[in-house]
């Protein structure tokens, strides 16, 4: 896990956020008066099952949706915010960034994958200046082959398409990432190495996450802390592990009991698939 900060500002504050959506006169209550903390140097898993209102929530913590009431602070910036100049959206994007479950839609086919990872860099220049070597760089700490690089995002397989997303969003050098169901698509042992891959990115460089996932193995994996959403409401918080072992509601023992027993959840499990495969 990353260096604990107790004493530095929070990262995320949620603050009694509510997103009602309202759809041919059916409304619905997505996410009901939640409020959390992130804190710096923590990283913090919100679970709960499909329908709970995850997704939502991180939209707003993006910026890429607003909250009916309540207010969302990321480092202290409030991006639901209007303004929406050039040069905001690109400081905006250095705060978070996101991966998505199936990040095929937002990969454009036409270019290779070396090409995007520029057309961020060229928008984000990394520091040296050196947008070419960069690229070359995070395609490598990806764990990407430069033949790969070359590819169209068409030509690779979910876990290859997975970690050209990570690139993308490390490229900008976020304070944050948000992975909303990151790994859920992919194959056990193929998550087990992205999940690896994560791990392992965060204790180079110094990323935070924010991990969405309604899997609680993979949130017990990457996180420090957790956040149980259900029906839009938040149910219990605290450190995953104590929340996990020992929850403190039933919706959430439920939750931890319906996920079958994995292999890789056992010591030593994770490394030896992640070497197989
Ligand atoms: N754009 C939208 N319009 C109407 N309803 C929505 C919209 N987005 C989400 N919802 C509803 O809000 C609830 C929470 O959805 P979501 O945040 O996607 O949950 P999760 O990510 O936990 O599966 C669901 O009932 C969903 O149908
Ligand atoms: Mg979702």
């Given at each position: 896990m990353s260096a604990e900060?107790?004493?530095?500002?929070?990262?995320v504050v949620v603050d009694d956020v509510t997103r009602v959506f309202s759809k041919r006169g059916r409304r619905t209550v997505?996410?009901?008066?939640v409020s959390f903390i992130m804190r710096a140097g923590r990283d913090l898993g919100i679970v709960g099952e499909s329908g709970s209102g995850k997704s939502t929530l991180a939209r707003i913590i993006m910026g890429l949706d607003q909250p009916t009431s309540g207010r969302v602070l990321v480092h202290g910036e409030d991006?639901?915010?209007?303004s929406r100049s050039r040069a905001e959206r690109l400081r905006r994007a250095k705060l978070v960034q996101m991966v998505y479950q199936d990040p095929y839609g937002s990969?454009?086919?036409?270019?290779?994958v070396r090409s995007c990872l520029v057309e961020v860099l060229r928008l984000h220049p990394p520091r040296g200046g050196n947008v070419a070597a960069r690229a070359s760089e995070l395609g490598d700490l990806v764990g990407l082959t430069p033949a790969q690089l070359d590819r169209?995002?068409?030509?690779?397989?979910g876990g290859q398409r997975q970690r050209v997303a990570i690139a993308r969003a490390l490229a900008v050098e976020p304070r944050l990432i948000i992975l909303d169901e990151?790994?859920?698509?992919?194959?056990i042992s193929i998550q087990a190495q992205i999940l690896n891959l994560l791990a392992e990115l965060r204790d180079e460089l110094g990323t935070a996450y924010l991990l969405i996932s309604h899997d609680l193995a993979v949130v017990r994996q990457l996180t420090d802390d957790v956040v149980v959403l259900h029906h839009g409401r938040l149910v219990e918080q605290g450190e995953t592990g104590a929340v996990l072992d020992d929850p403190a509601e039933d919706y959430t023992r439920r939750l931890r009991d319906s996920i079958p027993s994995r292999?890789?959840?056992?010591?030593g499990m994770l490394e030896e698939l992640t070497r197989v495969g």
């Amino acid at each position: 896990m990353s260096a604990e900060q107790p004493d530095a500002a929070p990262a995320v504050v949620v603050d009694d956020v509510t997103r009602v959506f309202s759809k041919r006169g059916r409304r619905t209550v997505a996410v009901d008066g939640v409020s959390f903390i992130m804190r710096a140097g923590r990283d913090l898993g919100i679970v709960g099952e499909s329908g709970s209102g995850k997704s939502t929530l991180a939209r707003i913590i993006m910026g890429l949706d607003q909250p009916t009431s309540g207010r969302v602070l990321v480092h202290g910036e409030d991006l639901t915010s209007k303004s929406r100049s050039r040069a905001e959206r690109l400081r905006r994007a250095k705060l978070v960034q996101m991966v998505y479950q199936d990040p095929y839609g937002s990969l454009d086919p036409r270019q290779t994958v070396r090409s995007c990872l520029v057309e961020v860099l060229r928008l984000h220049p990394p520091r040296g200046g050196n947008v070419a070597a960069r690229a070359s760089e995070l395609g490598d700490l990806v764990g990407l082959t430069p033949a790969q690089l070359d590819r169209s995002p068409v030509g690779l397989s979910g876990g290859q398409r997975q970690r050209v997303a990570i690139a993308r969003a490390l490229a900008v050098e976020p304070r944050l990432i948000i992975l909303d169901e990151a790994v859920a698509a992919l194959d056990i042992s193929i998550q087990a190495q992205i999940l690896n891959l994560l791990a392992e990115l965060r204790d180079e460089l110094g990323t935070a996450y924010l991990l969405i996932s309604h899997d609680l193995a993979v949130v017990r994996q990457l996180t420090d802390d957790v956040v149980v959403l259900h029906h839009g409401r938040l149910v219990e918080q605290g450190e995953t592990g104590a929340v996990l072992d020992d929850p403190a509601e039933d919706y959430t023992r439920r939750l931890r009991d319906s996920i079958p027993s994995r292999h890789w959840r056992e010591p030593g499990m994770l490394e030896e698939l992640t070497r197989v495969g």
